[in-house]
């Protein structure tokens, strides 16, 4: 009876990722029609723009959409300027752009947000643009509750790379993302549910992912 309950949860497990993966990539339901439109470039912005001291909230992602944007304006990642395209982003803070530059200059002191953004710029627009591209999963508006339920999961993101969903954690049910690279640890979901009841949904993170293994 026991390895017939736990059968039952593998198929489960494999069901459940079939299922999100092929939402990710699936046009909008009559459900996300009813949601909606604002985008999530707006509620980055909604607060205005400038580095700061708070390795909570976004302004070093914020500018970096906004580069790419000004350098490629016809660039996929205007896509989180339309509220009307169902997506669901990864946001990582200040502190996850900082201990990612950290990590690349082999330094453990953190840079300022701006020297992060600095750093982060200097890789490149066209890496900028990869990256941010690699937070996105187009098609699908998850929300906590339908992630949760959705351990071993691979989104394919609009980088074309995937990133795979584990839900660990007992009781206090937690997420990670497991990206390209095998040495980091993964970025933990520490935020949900960002700009709820829109087409275009949010979480925020704690680390950068990362579409290729780093040294």
């Known amino acids: 009876m026991r390895f017939i309950r736990r059968g039952r949860r593998i198929a489960a497990v494999a069901a459940t990722a079939v299922v999100v993966s092929a939402l990710a990539s699936a ?8 949601l909606g439109t604002r985008s999530l470039a707006s509620v980055l912005t909604a ?3 400038g580095f700061d001291h708070n390795g909570r909230d976004y302004d070093i992602l914020t500018a970096a959409v906004l580069a790419v944007l000004k350098a490629k304006p016809a660039s996929p990642v205007g896509v989180l300027t339309d509220g009307k395209t169902a997506l669901t982003a990864f946001l990582p803070n200040d502190r996850a752009f900082e201990l990612l530059v950290a990590d690349l200059q082999h330094t453990r002191r953190l840079p300022t947000e701006k020297a992060a ?3 982060v710029a200097g890789l490149g627009i066209d890496t ?3 990256v941010l591209l690699y937070h996105v999963v187009p098609g699908a508006t998850v929300t906590r ?10 989104l394919t993101t609009a980088a074309k790379s995937k990133i795979k969903v584990d839900v660990y954690g ?5 997420i990670r993302l497991i990206d390209a690279d095998t040495n980091d640890r993964d970025p933990r979901v520490i935020v949900f549910n960002i700009n709820k009841g829109n087409r275009q949904i949010a979480h925020g993170i704690d680390r950068v992912l990362r579409p290729i293994d780093l040294p």
Do not use: I
């Not at 509750?145 to 691979?154: E, P, T, V």
């Not at 007992?170 to 937690?174: F, K, N, S």
């Open 27 to 34: 046009p909008a339901d009559a459900h996300t029609k009813s």
């Open 47 to 49: 607060h205005g723009s």
């Open 117 to 119: 953004f600095t750093a």
């Open 128 to 130: 900028v643009e990869s």
């Open 145 to 154: 509750a339908a992630a949760l339920k959705s351990d071993n999961a691979r």
């Open 170 to 174: 007992w009781g206090h049910r937690r």
